[in-house]
Structures are given as C-alpha cells and as structure tokens.
C-alpha cells in the first residue's frame, strides 16, 4: 500500500522530493491550504503533481461516522487505508465569549483526543479499547491525520490555535517513534505550528519510555494514568504494573523534563467501591509529595459488559476535596460528550453492533 505523504517530516519530504524546497511549498498546500488532492497544488510542475499522486496518499482517512453531543463534542469514528478503524475526539473546551456590542473577545478553544494505535496490548480490564485485543500501530501520517481531519471538518482555520491530548485508542508510549515523528511534524512551523507545549502524552506508565520520551526533547507533557495508589490494585487494573510498578513510574516522572510553569497531569478513573475512598486520596497525597503534579478524577464510564461502576458523585466530590484541602491541585473531568459514547473505544463498538 501506498504511505501517506504525511508520514514525513518537512526534512524527509526534501529528500524524497526534488528540489527540496518543493518540500515547504507542499507542507503548505496540505496543512494550511487543507488541499484536497495534488492536482490543486497549483504552484507545483504538473509533472510533480502526477508523480506525489503516484506515490502518496494525500488523505488516509475516511470518516465513517460521526456523533455530535448536545455539549459540541464531536466523536469520529476514520477508516484507515486498510479498513481498519479509528476513533478521534473534537472537544469544545470553552465556549467564545463577546462583549455586549457581540464583539469577539475571543474564539472557543478546543482541544483534539488523537488515537496512536488500532486497540491496545496493554489490556486494562476497565477499557473497551483492551476488549477488541491489539492490531497495528498507526504511522505518523495517521496520527497527523486525525488533527488535520477534525480541523478541517470544523472549518477550523489552520492558524487557530488546538491542544493536543494522545488519549484516543492505544498507548501511544508503545508507538513511541511514530508518535515521536507525528508529534515533531504537528510541531512544524510550516506545518500546523502546534508547540510541544499544547501537545500531552498520556501513558497507562511504561516507566522506561517515559525516560525515553523526555530524552525526545520533544517539549511535550505527560499524563499518567495512575489510577490506583496500591500496586496490587494497580496490576489489577493495568497488569502491565507488574513490569512498571508505581515506584518506578513516578521516579520516571521525577526524571522528566517540564516546563517550570507546568504541572504533570496524573489521571485517576475512580471506580465505585474500589479506588474512592479517603484511605486512598491519603495515600496518593503521599505518593505525590513533592511532584507538581495535578489530579484529574475521572468517572468510570459504564459500557455493556463492564465490570466496574461508575462512583457516586458525593464520593468523587468528597475525594477531591480531601486532596484540595491537602494541598493538591484536583479537578473532576467533565464528562464531555456524555450522551454520545464518550469512553474512548466506545463509539467503534457501538458501530459494530449496528454492522
Ligand atoms: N493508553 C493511554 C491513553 C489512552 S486511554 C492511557 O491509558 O493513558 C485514555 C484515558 O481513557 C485513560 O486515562 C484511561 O484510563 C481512560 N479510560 C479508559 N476506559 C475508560 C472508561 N471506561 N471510563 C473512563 N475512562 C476510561
Ligand atoms: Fe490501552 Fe489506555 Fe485502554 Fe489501557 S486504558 S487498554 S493503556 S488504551
């Protein structure tokens, strides 16, 4: 099969294609211009032209459905060039506001969920992605793709600022180096110019590529999906604990290199009767001492067959409050686009059903 042209760096492109300053003039069609095909690329020879289309696919993805939820969250569900699919998540962050003449004060901020892999090997047994076992990992045009996609469906001007979040399907720290090159071409100025910064890798915790990962100097955050302060319960809910135990990763953590205004983001899905107790927000104000480090509890989020439940509101309110009052930064994730299947692996599922 043919790879997509967006598997390349701008620096890659040159030396595919002659004269290298072709290059930037190409990085310009696709991902400002948002062409649709070569044969637009007007300032390019005919003959070049003919040659990226018989080389390149210029768009690998198809969008096969899409959900809109009442709270503009869309969730789409791509067909890759193999007929494998994958699901990619627009949220509506902040809506725009306007003064009382309806001027624009500023525009609504949204923020991309990108998947970096068809399933996942990590299995975690409260994830439907886990359920559908792993396929392939996806190429880094795949992974550029998604953001190019979404944008340009939203009619999303290219110089309109998004953040970045890699917590769609997969464990993007087992597609370390097409994650690494997709984040690199996102990152191009002459590309869609989305800074290190607006980009965050979350990871279920494979301590060694997280050092590997800050090594990238790729100035992006992290996310960890901590979930669990004791390791027993943690193996429990990701077994690849027992390889990276909860020491391990936060010593990873300790290790990596963050911007000094920034804070690492350690993510908590809290399961009824399981994690949700004042005993373990004790634990994990210990666990975290001395990290900059902010909490965001997340709602399990129920889907047919699961075998956890979602916890009770109180329970979420009275754990956050705990670890406010104990000095820890905490938010409860608004469960954006919760009339829609919002768990990632959710909406792929549901289109199955309906297969
Ligand atoms: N593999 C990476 C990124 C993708 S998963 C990781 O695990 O961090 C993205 C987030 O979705 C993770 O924090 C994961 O815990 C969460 N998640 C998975 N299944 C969920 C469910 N049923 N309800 C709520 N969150 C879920
Ligand atoms: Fe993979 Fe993340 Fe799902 Fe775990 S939670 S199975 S690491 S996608």
Redesign the pocket.
């Known amino acids: 099969m043919k790879p997509t042209i967006m598997d390349y760096t701008r620096d890659q492109l040159a030396d595919l294609v002659k004269p290298a300053f072709r290059a930037k003039q190409i990085f310009g069609w696709i991902y400002h211009s948002y062409a649709d095909s070569f044969e637009e690329m007007a300032n390019l020879p005919k003959a070049l032209r003919a040659e990226l289309a018989e080389r390149f696919i210029l768009n690998p993805l198809k969008i096969l459905r899409k959900e809109e939820a009442s709270d503009g969250t869309i969730k789409y569900l791509f067909e890759l060039p193999d007929g494998k699919t994958v699901e990619t998540v627009w949220l509506k962050m902040k809506e725009a506001q306007y003064d009382v003449e309806g001027k624009l004060l500023h525009e609504a901020k949204h923020t991309v969920c990108v998947s970096t892999q068809v399933g ?5 047994s ?2 439907l ?2 359920k559908g076992g792993f396929t392939r990992d996806l190429t880094p045009g795949e992974i550029v793709a998604q953001v190019l996609a979404v944008k340009k469906d939203n009619a999303h001007a290219a110089n309109r600022r998004v953040n970045i979040v890699y917590m769609g ?3 993007p720290l087992d597609n370390l180096d097409n994650l690494a090159a997709a984040i690199r071409i996102l990152k191009d100025e002459n590309g869609l110019a989305i800074s290190g910064k607006r980009q965050t890798v ?1 990871t ?1 915790g494979i301590s060694t590529r997280i050092d590997k990962l800050g090594q990238m100097d790729l100035g992006v955050h992290i996310a960890i ?1 901590l979930h669990a302060v004791d390791d027993d319960l943690r193996t429990e809910l ?1 077994p690849m604990n027992k390889a990276y135990n909860i020491a391990s990763i936060i010593e990873a953590v300790r290790r990596f290199p963050i911007d000094t205004r920034k804070r690492v983001m350690f993510e908590y899905l809290v399961i009824k009767g399981k994690n949700d107790d004042i005993a373990s927000a004790k634990k994990l104000i210990k666990l975290l001492q001395g990290i900059k480090a902010k909490v965001n509890l997340i709602y399990f989020n129920p889907y047919p067959g699961s075998d956890y439940q979602r916890p009770e509101r109180e329970d979420m309110v009275r754990f956050q409050q705990y670890l406010i009052d104990h000095g820890l930064l905490c938010t409860i994730r608004d469960s954006k686009g919760i009339d829609i299947s919002a768990a ?2 959710q909406l792929k599922e549901k289109t199955k059903e309906l297969a």
């Open positions: 996942c090997k990590v299995g975690c409260f994830c992605t886990a399907m997969g464990e979350s279920s999906s990701i990632c692996g």
